[in-house]
Nanobody, 121 residues
Framework: QVQLVESGGGLVQTGDSLRLSCAAS????????MGWFRQAPGKERKLVAA????????YYEDSVKGRFTISRDTVKNTLYLQVNSLKPEDTAVYYCAATDNDWLAGPYDYWGQGTQVTVSS
């Protein structure tokens, strides 16, 4: 059974940084693309960053380029999202997700429960 468990969210101030983690279990994830989505209140869930199984390919949504960095540790089966220079508009629930292929665009078939990131101005 595939499980994704996020951690690392919290309440921070504008300009602060956080590192989100996603512990994966239930299979070997190093062959599959994984990503981070976020959903703000009243808005659709949106992919903000993705990484290929090998880590050689990445994707970032325009609003987070230069501020967010996605990475993965295949030994620990853990996905990370380093989020820097946080802005109030980054406030959202952040979800870890995994594919059954190596396509950054998905589809994403496995989801974590989400971790809340709140950025105060």
């Amino acid at each position: 059974q595939v499980q994704l468990v996020e951690s690392g969210g919290g309440l921070v101030q504008t300009g602060d940084s956080l590192r989100l983690s996603c512990a994966a279990s239930g299979r070997t994830f190093s062959r599959y693309a994984m990503g981070w989505f976020r959903q703000a209140p009243g808005k659709e869930r949106k992919l903000v960053a993705a990484i290929s199984g090998s880590g050689s390919r990445t994707y970032y949504e325009d609003s987070v380029k230069g501020r967010f960095t996605i990475s993965r540790d295949t030994v620990k089966n853990t996905l990370y999202l380093q989020v820097n220079s946080l802005k109030p508009e980054d406030t959202a629930v952040y979800y870890c997700a995994a594919t059954d292929n190596d396509w950054l665009a998905g589809p994403y078939d496995y989801w974590g429960q989400g971790t809340q990131v709140t950025v105060s101005s």
